[in-house]
């Protein structure tokens, strides 16, 4: 993806989760998915991070006052299973892989079912 298409905010993104490990930006609907091994466990939408949320990992966004991403669309709020990330983790890049990982597998555990 070439600079022009990429925000500086998602470009920094490879720093941050450098420790969690290499990661692939694509563009999506006016934002950005985060993906590590095919999986998508965040996204950025005008420069915010969300990560993905899933049953067992949901309690630690909300405990931490973190809301979910929500969307308008045909006049009504949408809301995907992404939570705005902690801001901390942006300034420390072991705290990242803490919750980098946690996303990670919720991606995983939610993935659809493979056809064969």
């Known amino acids: 993806m070439s600079a022009l ?6 470009e920094t993104l490879h ?3 450098a420790e969690f490990g290499a990661i692939n930006t694509r563009r999506m609907f006016g934002g950005h998915g985060i993906y590590r091994d095919g999986l998508m466990f ?10 993905k949320a899933d049953a067992q990992n949901q309690a630690s966004f909300t ?6 991403f929500q969307y308008e669309q045909k006049g009504r709020r949408v809301r995907l299973s992404y ?3 902690p801001p901390a983790i942006l300034d420390s890049p072991s705290e ?18 493979t056809r064969r």
């Open 63 to 68: 405990e931490a006052g973190l809301e979910a």
């Open 15 to 17: 720093d941050v989760f």
């Open 83 to 85: 939570f705005k990330a």
């Open 5 to 10: 298409q990429m925000s500086a905010f998602v």
């Open 96 to 113: 990242a892989a803490v919750w980098a990982r946690r996303s990670s597998e919720a991606a995983f555990r939610t993935r659809p079912p």
């Open 42 to 51: 965040g996204l950025v939408q005008d420069d915010v991070l969300y990560l």
